[in-house]
């Protein structure tokens, strides 16, 4: 019988070819005695559940539980006080074997999902590790369970913080134990190998602890090569600077790459090049033969939907011709980001060169102008958008927003953020609304200093500019002119935000306190429009902190209620008038003031992308800091929720481990 050597890296498990593995595969072949006829024509070696010895390599040592030595009689896993035979089966245990069997691949997916739900929540205190434990148990429960959990354990692959001291005294390794283990056991079973569709690997302050950059990336890209069906390539982005590097040739054979990032970076002067060609390349010129090889790079990528192009540091070239060849070679591409190229890379003729897209985010861009982004709401490549995002683009004029509004007849999310508000040229006649589209459902708008903009845009949404928006964010809205248009709401703070001042306050007492900061810098009457009301003392009107807008709109809220929005007088007609007296009402209701439009649909929203993050937009810093956060992690899991489980300390505890935090790249959009 051929023994499986399957090796989980997600929990720092494998397959050791011990004696006693060999031991415990005889002990279920001669317990199995099953005829060679009675197997299922599919079934074949691979098929086969995985073995006790899994719990080797998973930093506990290997359970009695999960070691098959006797097999279970009937009699042991009847209730107490069962009246059955002992010789006889108890009833209904084969038709729950036979309805086990019949389920469909569906149920089995279902569950894995739900169980992946529990442990990837935010609030879980699990990690990866724990997740590909529970995957583990599942597997050797049977073949049904082992084909459904195999196919999951290995689909994404998430290797993270540090190496097990365990396996590193075992193995002899100093780092990058678990990614050799995993190689050895990829090349080794191609049916496994074609499974991995996700791979994340340690940071790379984590791989280069004890060797150089090179021979980190020398095995990431072996790693990379070991996995045929590959798609994305997560945790490990190093940074590419038009030099030949094993892992990004490894990417570029992967026809089944969906999503890609390239941090580029500079290019250093040759020594053996004439002077002229040296100080062209200083300036950003690369050489014909850089060129071709950044381009051919991408002739496999037919499946590539989603691309990152950043300049890191702002020192990375990439040339207008370049950009345009790279983009037209990927045929199903659909998501593009764009950031931190000069003004002499990216400009107007790329932008206006794009081919059609789903999702375009341009950040600090300084060759993009309000005239090239004006003639590309012309253009056809611009209809099929549905997502733009602006960032640190400083836009001038307030006709280029409206005419990329109103042109992009598939908007559904629109972002800008820029310190500078645009104005409207000299002499122009404003009638509302400006802005204007009818497919908008979400906006973020972030304008850091005061201007007519934000007036504007309150304005086009109550001109019924907007009539299927119904997200509006806006970090920037010091004076409350975009809440005062928005659906009214009793409470924008969130629990945290009581707690991020510098000293705690119960709710009421904060309440009151804020109340009492607006009242002392103004009065508010009934007829005050809320828009008008100031921002509280003490808050800073150049910060785009999701926590300080929370506070100053609520703020805004309670003020409002310090009006009257309504007064209703009962008066009992049963009592006698007086003579020459008027009737005095009997009871008075007051209705507190509010703050927004009843019949507006657009909800103020004020959360971040990121969960847990004060910033509102993901930013590219958020992917490099969350890969080297497992490396500052101190507060990661290790398998101590699991404290009630049976198997004590010894099954349960594992290397410390970062709490479970995925970053999608749809997020950008």
């Known amino acids: 019988m051929q023994r499986a050597s399957l090796f989980f890296s997600k929990s720092d498990t494998d397959i050791s070819r011990h004696g006693r593995d060999r031991k415990s595969e005889k002990v279920v072949s001669t317990q199995a005695k099953r005829p060679s006829s009675s197997r299922s024509p599919i079934y074949n070696s691979q098929d086969r559940p995985m073995r006790a010895s899994v719990a080797a390599l998973m930093d506990y040592p290997s359970s009695p539980s999960l070691h098959p030595t006797t097999p279970t009689s009937p009699s042991s896993l009847r209730p107490k006080g069962s009246l059955a035979h002992p010789g006889k089966p108890v009833l209904g245990d084969s038709t729950i074997k036979s309805a086990f069997k019949l389920l469909p691949q569906e149920i089995y997916d279902c569950i894995l999902r739900q169980i992946e739900i529990l442990h990837s929540d935010p609030s879980s205190p699990s990690c990866a590790t724990c997740y590909m434990r529970d995957l583990c148990s599942l597997a050797l429960t049977s073949r049904a369970w082992n084909r459904a959990a195999r196919v999951r354990l290995y689909n994404r ?5 540090q190496d097990s001291l365990a396996h590193q005294k075992k193995y002899k390794m100093k780092s990058g134990t678990r990614l050799k283990l995993l190689r050895r056991t990829l090349r080794g079973r191609k049916a496994l190998a074609e499974c991995v569709h996700e791979l994340r690997v340690p ?6 602890q004890g060797r150089s950059l090179a021979i980190a990336i020398d095995l990431v890209a072996s790693l990379v090569m070991a996995c045929p069906n590959l798609q994305r390539l997560v945790g490990f982005d190093a940074v590419y600077n038009h030099k030949f590097d094993r892992l990004s040739y490894a990417l570029s054979t992967r026809r089944s790459l969906k999503e890609h990032v390239w941090l580029v970076g500079g290019v250093t002067t040759a020594m053996n090049r004439p002077t002229s060609q040296a100080m062209d390349r200083m ?25 990152f192009l950043h300049s890191q540091n702002g020192n990375g070239v990439i040339e207008h011709e370049l950009f345009i060849g790279v983009l037209y070679r990927l045929p199903s591409l659909r998501h593009v980001y764009m950031s931190g190229f000069g003004p002499d890379q990216f400009t107007d003729m790329t932008l206006q060169a794009l081919p059609a897209l789903q999702s375009l985010r341009l950040q600090n861009l300084p060759g993009i102008t309000d005239r090239g982004l004006f003639q590309f709401a012309t253009t056809s490549a611009s ?28 908007l559904k999310r629109f972002t800008l953020i820029q310190d500078s508000s645009p104005t409207l040229p000299l002499g ?13 459902v979400f906006l973020h708008w972030d304008i850091l200093m005061d201007g007519d903009a934000t007036s504007h845009l309150a304005s086009s949404i109550r001109a019924g500019g907007f009539p ?3 997200k509006l964010r806006a970090p920037s809205d010091h004076s409350g002119e975009l809440q005062a248009v928005c659906r009214p709401r009793p409470e924008i703070t969130l629990p945290a935000d009581r707690y991020s001042g510098n000293t705690f306050m119960r709710k009421p007492e904060r309440a009151q306190t804020l109340v009492q900061q607006i009242t002392q810098h103004q009065v508010v009457h009934s007829s005050t429009w809320p828009g008008e009301m100031s921002t509280p003392s003490g808050t800073e009107n150049n910060s785009r902190s999701l926590t300080n807008a929370r506070k100053a709109a609520q703020a805004r809220l309670e003020s409002a209620r310090l009006n009257t929005s309504m007064r209703i007088e009962i008066t009992d007609y049963s009592i006698p008038r007086l003579p020459n007296c008027e009737r005095i009402p009997t009871k008075v209701l007051n209705f507190a003031g509010f703050l927004g439009n009843l019949q507006s649909r657009v909800w103020y929203y004020l959360e971040p992308d990121m969960e847990g993050s004060d910033v509102a937009i993901i930013e590219m810093g958020d992917i490099l800091e969350e890969e080297s956060r497992e490396q ?26 970062a709490h479970w935090r995925r970053i999608n790249l749809g997020m950008f959009f």
Do not use: Y
């Not at 300036?283 to 691309?307: K, V």
């Not at 992690?633 to 101590?640: F, V």
């Open 632 to 657: 500052r992690d101190k507060g990661g899991c290790t398998g101590k929720w699991n404290l009630v489980c049976r198997g004590g300390r010894s099954w349960w505890v594992h290397t410390e481990r």
């Open 203 to 208: 940071p790379m302050e984590i791989l280069t």
């Open 468 to 470: 299927a928006l119904r």
């Open 283 to 307: 300036l950003g010129i690369l050489d014909p033969e850089q060129t071709e090889a950044f381009i051919r790079m991408h002739d496999s990528w037919s499946q590539l939907h989603t691309l």
């Open 428 to 440: 122009s006649v404003a009638i509302q609304p400006i802005l204007a589209s009818d497919s908008l």
């Open 383 to 410: 209809r099929s958008l549905q997502s733009l995002t602006l960032i640190d683009l400083e836009l001038k004029s307030l006709l280029t927003l409206s005419k990329l509004m109103s042109s992009m007849l598939s």
């Open 157 to 161: 692959i998430h290797i993270l913080g």
